[in-house]
């Protein structure tokens, strides 16, 4: 099928580029004509594992393509997909004026039946606004409908193309059956529901996520008064399949572009419609205190941190991306810098968008150079790299061979032995 996808960031990327994989034509339009450019060059700006290749593959098929022409680009095609950013505004509510705008420019180029997929998150009742933005213009038939996207940024062309289910919300056959037949390649379960049931799927789905991260943080912090291991814990815990262990990991808190925007638009969307939803408020108020159990935990080793050098290890918000939107390991260093102290830090891929936002801190080439001379070590963020460091090595490196662990990737008994004074969360 011939698809138009609006957007070419995280989510329009790899949705254009797997939709191509799938065997759609995919025209990928965004407004941005050099962006535009070095992609149809095959030259991709987000990290994102694979997806280099997959669009250079699609790019050389012939299947995909970039543009900035927006006429030509909607009329052509029978489905077109909004996957612009809906960012958290000051309040905490979505920003949708990058999506009103892009239902706006596509009724300016309608001219026959249209399916306009929105794959950008967003409030429950957003795909009846955009249905009448559209119709301000466009007078001829058209469908909204809504596929929200269930990506983890380091994994989401797997994501996409292996997912769990995909959900289609529309307000009538004809739209969910066009809609079925593009994720046709796709072997996996297709839930059609409405339009406002599959906006709320995708809120209720991450807000559920980040509450389980935060319920095993708040364990973690119970484990550290009563001397249980978090870790056993969460394992005795998953094992129940009512359960499951996944987003069970205690550590430094859940960041990133989806988890905290999409907690308090939820928290937002209930208050507005009169419902005080008071387990987000704790969810989100224990996930912005997790960044100070690590601090704590600092200050338990070095006493004062004034004037103190210490090595962070990870600037991400997770592994596997350069992203550091709404990053744990960029608030603790600011909350380290604020105690006095001298932070030196490293990350594999994520130091030059970090340097963008840090001040006074000394961004290292390597974990190892981050470690010299450091009386602290804190891991931040969950990079198998940290794991395979020879920590004898970094040992011998650091002037007091101390370390926190915010993501309890490294074995305790191993790191006493070595002779750290090794702390972690919940352990
Ligand atoms: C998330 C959802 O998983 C995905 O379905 C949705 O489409 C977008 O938002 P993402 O934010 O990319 O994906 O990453 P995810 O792997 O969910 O991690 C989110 C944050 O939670 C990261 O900061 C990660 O470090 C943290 N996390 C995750 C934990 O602290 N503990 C866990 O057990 C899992």
């Known amino acids: 099928m011939k698809i138009t996808m609006i957007g070419v960031g995280y989510v329009g990327l790899v949705t ?6 799938i065997g759609h034509q995919v025209v990928c ?5 050099k962006k535009s450019a070095r992609l149809q060059k095959g030259k991709v700006h987000i990290y994102e594992p694979g997806l280099d290749k997959l669009v250079q593959k ?3 098929a012939g299947r995909l393509r970039f543009t900035t022409d927006y006429a030509a680009a909607i009329r052509d095609s029978l489905i077109v997909f909004i996957a612009v950013g809906t960012p958290s505004r000051p309040d905490g509510q979505a920003e949708l004026k990058y999506v009103f705008q892009a239902a706006e420019s596509i009724s300016q180029h309608m001219i026959d039946y249209k399916v306009i997929v929105n794959k950008s998150t967003v409030p429950v009742g957003t795909g009846e606004k955009v249905k009448e933005i559209i119709q301000r213009k466009y007078s001829g038939r058209f469908d909204v409908v ?6 983890r940024e380091g994994s989401a062309v797997t994501d996409f193309l292996r ?4 959900v289609i919300g529309a307000n009538n056959k004809k739209s969910a059956n066009l809609v079925l037949d593009v994720f046709k390649p796709i072997r996996t379960k297709k839930l059609v529901t409405n339009l406002k049931s599959a906006e709320l799927i995708k809120y209720a789905s991450n807000a559920f996520l980040a509450t389980k991260i935060s319920f095993i943080n708040e364990i973690s912090n119970i484990c550290d008064l009563v001397g249980a291991d978090v870790e056993e814990v969460a394992y005795g815990m998953g094992l129940d399949k009512r359960i499951g262990t996944s987003f069970l990991k205690a550590g ?8 905290p925007k999409d907690v308090s638009a939820l928290e937002q969307i209930a208050g507005f419609n009169g419902y005080d939803f008071k387990l987000l408020k704790a969810v989100i108020r224990v996930n912005n205190n997790q960044r100070s159990v690590v601090v704590k935990k600092a200050k338990k080793l070095l006493g004062s941190l004034r004037g103190k050098r210490i090595g962070v290890l990870g600037l991400a918000f997770k592994n596997n991306t350069d992203d550091i939107r709404e990053s744990a390991a960029i608030d603790v260093i600011r909350l380290l810098q604020k105690e006095g102290a001298r932070v030196t830090a490293y990350d594999p891929v994520a130091s030059k968008r970090a340097k963008e936002v840090l001040r006074r801190v000394k961004l290292a080439g390597s974990a ?3 470690c010299q001379d450091a009386e602290l070590v804190v891991i931040a963020t969950e990079w198998q790299e940290f794991q395979k460091l020879d920590w004898r090595k970094v040992k011998n490196l650091m002037r007091v061979p ?4 915010g993501r309890n990737i490294l074995d305790q008994n191993t790191m006493r032995k070595l002779g750290f004074h090794y702390l972690s969360i919940g352990r």
């Open 58 to 60: 699609n790019l050389k």
């Open 252 to 259: 430094v808190g859940y960041g990133g572009s989806c988890f």
């Open 16 to 21: 254009g580029t797997c939709l191509a994989e």
């Open 368 to 370: 190892y150079q981050a």
């Open 402 to 405: 101390q370390v926190v662990d």
């Open 29 to 33: 339009l965004n407004t941005d004509k």
């Open 146 to 151: 809504s596929c929200p996207e269930f990506l």
């Open 163 to 166: 997912p769990d289910r995909v």
